[in-house]
């Protein structure tokens, strides 16, 4: 037997022999222990020899301004990365004065120019609603009298201002917003967009009074025209479809006053291109998208 056989395995040997291998403790394999330096400036010393960079006055936050990018986000004209580009680009203005300045901050109360347009911060909104009788739009009305706003109040948080008015016995389509360009589009006098009314009347309409209407009458000296008039289909005759461009009811009620009709009802059936299917009266509704991009373009 050679001695490498004889060896006891419970008295481990050398590495080569097969038997425990101890730690070595050679360079390799040693634990690195990093001495500091002596040259090493300790921590605290170069902490309090080193000067102090001035801390720059935090400005105040105003809860009443915010900063001119997320106004212009908040009115859903675009993001606000987009923003920054149109502001550098000098298209926005704050109170007719061409802002530049990334950071800008504006107040709630301060009119706003978005490539020409005057802009809300807030998204806007649009409402229909299938106005009942006995509300008004009017916003001076007595205490206690019913307004529309309380028809629509649960719909949105935002200022909610109807699209024309309506008195109390009118009924029908009545659009409600805080896009202001919208209200403004659809009141002026000039308008494009049509309105079907159906109109009931005291006593029937004669034919030759219908072809007055549809020819144009002058009533307060100014000529008024309508797009078409007939005669509602299975009704009596004192039920009058008429269509027109206006928004004011008032002027739809004059011309039959003109001609010594009393008007006993005006329901507003369509508005541009809106109409009343599947809202019952006195319920509203959201437009949808497509609906706002048709009256924009209205």
């Known amino acids: 037997m050679s001695r490498h056989q004889d060896n006891d395995k419970s008295r481990p040997g050398s590495g080569?022999?097969?038997?425990?291998?101890?730690d070595s403790n050679s360079r390799g394999n040693a634990p690195i222990r990093k001495a500091p330096s002596k040259f090493a400036t300790k921590p605290d010393a170069a902490k309090s020899d080193a000067p102090?960079?001035?801390?720059?006055?935090?400005?105040?936050?105003?809860?009443?301004?915010?900063?001119?990018?997320?106004?212009?986000?908040?009115?859903?004209?675009?993001?606000?990365r987009d923003a920054d580009i149109y502001i550098q680009s000098g298209n926005v203005?704050?109170?007719?004065?061409?802002?530049?300045?990334?950071?800008?901050?504006?107040?709630?109360?301060?009119?706003?120019?978005?490539d020409g347009v005057n802009i809300t911060?807030?998204?806007?909104?649009?409402?229909?609603?299938?106005?009942?009788?006995?509300?008004?739009?009017?916003?001076?009305d007595s205490p206690g009298s019913a307004n529309v706003l309380d028809?629509?109040?649960?719909?949105?948080?935002?200022?909610?201002?109807?699209?024309?008015?309506?008195?109390?016995?009118?009924?029908?389509?009545?659009l409600f917003t805080n896009d202001t360009e919208m209200v403004q589009k659809f009141t002026v006098p000039n308008q494009r967009s049509?309105?079907?009314?159906?109109?009931?009347?005291?006593?029937?309409?004669?034919?030759?009074?219908?072809?007055k209407i549809q020819k144009g009458l002058m009533i307060d000296d100014h000529k008024v025209f309508v797009e078409e008039i007939t005669y509602i289909e299975d009704q009596p005759k004192s039920?009058?479809?008429?269509?027109?461009?206006?928004?004011?009811?008032?002027?739809?009620?004059?011309?039959?006053?003109?001609l010594k009709y009393d008007v006993l009802?005006?329901?507003?059936?369509?508005?541009?291109?809106?109409?009343?299917k599947n809202l019952p009266r006195g319920d509203w509704r959201f437009l949808t998208e497509q609906e706002i991009i048709n009256l924009k373009n209205a």
Do not use: W
Not at 52 to 71: G, H
Not at 121 to 140: I, Q
Not at 194 to 210: A, G, T
Not at 239 to 258: A, D, L, Q, Y
């Open 16 to 22: 080569r022999q097969g038997g425990y291998k101890k």
């Open 52 to 80: 102090k960079a001035p801390k720059s006055p935090k400005r105040p936050s105003n809860p009443d301004e915010i900063r001119l990018n997320r106004y212009i986000s908040n009115s859903g004209m675009c993001s606000r």
């Open 93 to 114: 203005k704050v109170n007719g004065v061409v802002v530049t300045e990334m950071g800008h901050r504006v107040k709630l109360t301060d009119v706003v120019q978005f």
């Open 121 to 140: 911060p807030e998204k806007k909104e649009y409402v229909l609603l299938n106005k009942p009788k006995n509300f008004s739009t009017a916003g001076d």
């Open 151 to 174: 028809l629509v109040r649960g719909a949105s948080k935002s200022n909610l201002l109807p699209v024309g008015r309506m008195d109390k016995t009118t009924t029908g389509l009545l």
């Open 194 to 211: 049509s309105k079907v009314y159906q109109v009931s009347l005291d006593k029937n309409l004669k034919f030759e009074d219908l072809e």
């Open 239 to 258: 039920e009058i479809g008429i269509k027109m461009k206006t928004s004011n009811v008032k002027v739809v009620r004059k011309i039959f006053e003109h």
């Open 265 to 276: 009802k005006v329901d507003r059936v369509t508005f541009a291109g809106l109409t009343k």
